[in-house]
């Protein structure tokens, strides 16, 4: 049984698709690089949870208190 060759539309559309595969590829491991380095920086990750933090309240300079 021989195959017939393919069409040189066929070859151009799986190179088209082989690139944007690559594309997709590389996009997944940068953000899972920027992930990464932005968990093990340590930096506090606090995020809007509707609760008062004191840590996220401004410090009183002086003055009088109502």
């Not at 698709?17 to 590389?26: D, E, H, I, K």
């Not at 940068?30 to 506090?44: H, I």
Request: proline share 8%.
């Amino acid at each position: 049984m021989s195959f017939r060759p393919d069409h040189d539309l066929h070859r151009r559309r799986f190179s088209r698709n082989v690139g944007l595969g690559v594309t997709l590829v590389a996009f997944v491991v940068l953000v899972f690089a920027l992930t990464v380095v932005k968990v093990t920086r340590g930096d506090p990750m606090q995020a809007f949870d509707h609760t008062v933090r004191p840590e996220l309240v401004p410090a009183q300079t002086g003055g009088t208190q109502p």
